[in-house]
Nanobody, 120 residues
């Protein structure tokens, strides 16, 4: 069974930087897409950034130019580098992976969430 384990959330001042990590453990399937979502207080969960197996990236307009998603396939890990953080980036960040099992059953995995708090 595959699990996603996140790390890197913290309290940081506005303008600061953080790097979130998501590591997949267990029986590793091929992931088609890996991503990061966030849910702020009183808000719906939203996509922050994603990266495909082929390396194509996608970003929310609110983070484009400040956040970068990248991966280390050899370590089944992907990252979210967050620069120039703003108070509105405060949220619980969840990593996500989508793919198909060896039997071609589609799956979606979620991490447990890591808190990012940006103080003004």
């Amino acid at each position: 069974q595959v699990q996603l384990v996140e790390s890197g959330g913290d309290l940081v001042q506005a303008g600061g930087s953080l790097r979130l990590s998501c590591r997949a453990s267990g029986v590793i399937y091929r992931f088609n897409t890996m991503g990061w979502y966030r849910q702020g207080p009183g808000k719906q969960r939203e996509l922050v950034a994603s990266i495909t197996d082929g390396g194509s990236t996608n970003y929310a307009d609110s983070v484009r130019g400040r956040f970068t998603i990248f991966r280390d396939n050899a370590k089944s890990t992907w990252f979210l580098q967050m620069n120039n953080l703003k108070p509105e980036d405060t949220a619980v960040y969840y990593c996500n992976a989508e793919g198909k099992s060896p039997s071609l059953t589609p799956f979606i995995l979620w991490g447990q969430g890591t808190q990012v708090t940006v103080s003004s």
